[in-house]
């Protein structure tokens, strides 16, 4: 077979099926969470008909002859060749990752899954402070991200690349992201909403403030998960997620991804990379690091997915029930969950939560609460509740509770939970799909 037969004939294929991915975008959110890009020409012509994506174990493609070869490894055709760089399973989830951050956005979006949250992060972030690019450089985050990023950033950037970290206390307050971004900062950082202090920042301020000096905003969307929130909408450049949690609500894989829009803003990487951020890491710097998701954690990513609006919906209308409880019980110091009015944040997050195609308010399912009588009286709580179970996890279909200072956070040190205000009394609870009032029985009981 000569290479040019072999390339008209897989672009043929390949045409019929962005034609009915095309057509897949213009369909409502739910209906593409349990399609996505695997279509009806894609099942039958290339799996055997299969109404469910395979999940493909095969470490790698053979290929008919030298020019197939010679042409898949010059990424002249669509091929998948080892799955480090691609798989068929991983690349659907891929496609229905894209095809939901951009959903309502003018821009198209790309996704690259990768082994884990952290590592979806990582090959975000290190792009922008590569020495190819050498000069000043310094990152601007809030400082209530998540622990594992907390740590990426202040011990592997700060201290063993030089970046400067500039920490923001107050993610609500525009003035101190404005002082600290400037010409050096090679991206700005959040979470919406951020894992466990549930702080909020808006999306579409600092996204201006971040574009005016050329930066990339990178923002964590793990706890909102397209159902209810879609960060490149607002005018965010790249989205990352743990896939781990909500997303994979059945908590059976550990995986992560990070979806860009197309023609990103930053003065710090080629033309190429801005171009298709997240399909430039897939082919160069994802496969030389090796960080790739595992076909099969791939096949239970999609899986969850298909029902995520209605899971979502409920999870949030548990948690908003069990919140209101923990508000008005007297053993109760504080609860922050961003659907009470009493959360700071309450407006940021009444702009950005929002149940996708209804629009009405849902705030996900993770909320935080200080227990009276401090560190003690928490433990205590914990270690009266029975069928929430005590676990560093969240995301579940399962109610979880912990205590940061003692778990996910214990490594940030006095300072660094002062930082992103973690106090000793608090329990970072995540509301299942049990019925709630059993939820808020239980809870009775162990605040009792
Ligand atoms: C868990 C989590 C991560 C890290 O994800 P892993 O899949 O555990 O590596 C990142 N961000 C947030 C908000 C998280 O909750």
Same mark, same amino acid.
């Given at each position: 077979?000569?290479?040019?037969?072999?390339?008209?004939?897989? +672009?043929?294929?390949?045409?019929? @099926?962005?034609?009915?991915?095309?057509?897949?975008?213009?369909?409502?959110?739910?209906? &593409?969470?349990?399609?996505?890009?695997?279509?009806?020409?894609?099942?039958?012509?290339?799996?055997?008909?299969?109404?469910?994506?395979?999940?493909?174990?095969?470490?790698?493609?053979?290929?008919?002859?030298?020019?197939?070869?010679?042409?898949?490894?010059?990424?002249? &055709?669509?091929? @998948?060749?080892? $799955?480090?760089?691609?798989?068929?399973?991983?690349?659907?989830?891929?496609?229905?990752?894209? !095809?939901? =951050? $951009?959903?309502?956005?003018?821009?198209?979006?790309?996704?690259?899954?990768?082994?884990?949250? !952290?590592?979806?992060?990582?090959?975000?972030?290190?792009?922008?402070?590569?020495? =190819? +690019?050498?000069?000043?450089?310094?990152?601007?985050?809030?400082?209530?991200?998540?622990?594992?990023?907390?740590?990426?950033?202040?011990?592997?950037?700060?201290?063993?690349?030089?970046?400067?970290?500039?920490?923001?206390?107050?993610?609500?307050? *525009?003035?101190?992201?404005?002082?600290?971004?400037?010409?050096?900062?090679?991206?700005?950082?959040?979470?919406?909403?951020?894992?466990?202090?549930?702080?909020?920042?808006? &999306?579409?301020?600092?996204?201006?403030?971040?574009?005016?000096?050329?930066?990339? #905003?990178?923002?964590?969307?793990? /706890? $909102?998960?397209?159902?209810?929130?879609?960060?490149?909408?607002?005018?965010?450049? %790249?989205?990352?997620?743990? /896939?781990?949690?909500?997303?994979? @609500?059945?908590?059976?894989?550990?995986?992560?991804? #990070?979806? $860009?829009?197309?023609?990103? !803003?930053?003065?710090?990487?080629?033309?190429?990379?801005?171009?298709?951020?997240?399909?430039?890491?897939?082919?160069?710097?994802?496969?030389?690091?090796?960080?790739?998701?595992?076909?099969?954690?791939?096949?239970?990513?999609?899986?969850?997915?298909?029902? *995520?609006?209605?899971?979502?919906?409920? *999870?949030?209308?548990?948690?908003?029930?069990?919140?209101?409880? #923990? =508000?008005?019980?007297?053993?109760?110091?504080?609860?922050?969950?961003?659907?009470?009015?009493?959360?700071?944040?309450?407006?940021?997050?009444? +702009?950005? !939560?929002? *149940?996708?195609?209804?629009?009405?308010?849902?705030?996900?399912?993770?909320?935080?609460?200080?227990?009276?009588?401090?560190?003690?009286?928490?433990?205590?709580? #914990?270690?009266?509740?029975?069928? %929430?179970?005590?676990?560093?996890?969240?995301?579940?279909?399962?109610?979880?509770?912990?205590?940061?200072? %003692?778990?996910?956070?214990?490594?940030?040190?006095?300072?660094?939970?002062?930082?992103?205000?973690?106090?000793?009394?608090?329990?970072?609870?995540?509301?299942?799909?049990?019925?709630?009032?059993?939820?808020?029985?239980?809870?009775?009981?162990?605040?009792?």
């Amino acid at each position: 077979m000569s290479l040019d037969s072999v390339v008209s004939e897989v +672009k043929a294929k390949q045409e019929v @099926w962005e034609k009915e991915i095309s057509q897949m975008r213009g369909k409502k959110f739910a209906t &593409i969470c349990v399609h996505g890009a695997y279509t009806k020409h894609e099942a039958i012509a290339n799996n055997q008909g299969a109404i469910i994506e395979p999940v493909y174990t095969s470490t790698s493609q053979a290929f008919l002859d030298a020019d197939c070869l010679e042409a898949a490894l010059a990424y002249k &055709i669509p091929a @998948w060749a080892y $799955s480090r760089i691609a798989n068929p399973t991983i690349g659907y989830l891929e496609l229905m990752l894209s !095809m939901l =951050e $951009s959903y309502g956005a003018p821009r198209r979006a790309s996704a690259c899954c990768t082994s884990s949250g !952290m590592a979806a992060i990582r090959a975000a972030a290190e792009p922008f402070i590569s020495e =190819e +690019k050498p000069g000043r450089k310094n990152i601007v985050s809030m400082a209530q991200v998540y622990g594992g990023t907390f740590q990426l950033f202040s011990e592997r950037f700060a201290k063993e690349r030089g970046v400067e970290v500039r920490w923001v206390e107050n993610p609500a307050d *525009l003035s101190e992201w404005a002082s600290k971004v400037d010409a050096d900062t090679r991206f700005v950082y959040g979470e919406i909403p951020s894992n466990p202090g549930i702080m909020l920042f808006d &999306i579409e301020e600092v996204a201006k403030l971040a574009h005016a000096q050329g930066a990339p #905003l990178i923002t964590d969307s793990t /706890l $909102s998960t397209p159902a209810l929130c879609r960060p490149l909408e607002h005018g965010s450049d %790249i989205v990352v997620h743990s /896939l781990t949690k909500s997303m994979t @609500w059945s908590g059976r894989a550990v995986a992560g991804a #990070l979806v $860009s829009r197309e023609n990103i !803003m930053s003065g710090a990487i080629s033309e190429e990379a801005k171009r298709d951020f997240a399909g430039w890491v897939k082919l160069w710097p994802l496969r030389d690091a090796g960080a790739c998701i595992s076909p099969d954690n791939a096949s239970r990513v999609l899986d969850c997915v298909r029902v *995520l609006p209605g899971i979502m919906d409920l *999870l949030s209308r548990n948690a908003m029930k069990v919140a209101t409880f #923990l =508000e008005g019980h007297p053993g109760v110091e504080r609860v922050h969950y961003p659907g009470l009015p009493s959360h700071p944040q309450h407006a940021i997050a009444k +702009k950005y !939560m929002r *149940l996708v195609d209804t629009g009405e308010n849902r705030f996900g399912h993770l909320l935080s609460f200080e227990v009276k009588g401090g560190h003690a009286s928490a433990r205590r709580v #914990l270690d009266r509740l029975k069928f %929430i179970f005590n676990a560093t996890d969240l995301g579940r279909i399962k109610s979880v509770a912990v205590i940061p200072t %003692i778990s996910t956070h214990q490594q940030q040190g006095e300072e660094g939970r002062k930082k992103a205000r973690i106090p000793a009394s608090l329990v970072r609870l995540c509301v299942g799909a049990e019925d709630a009032d059993d939820i808020i029985g239980e809870l009775k009981e162990a605040l009792e």
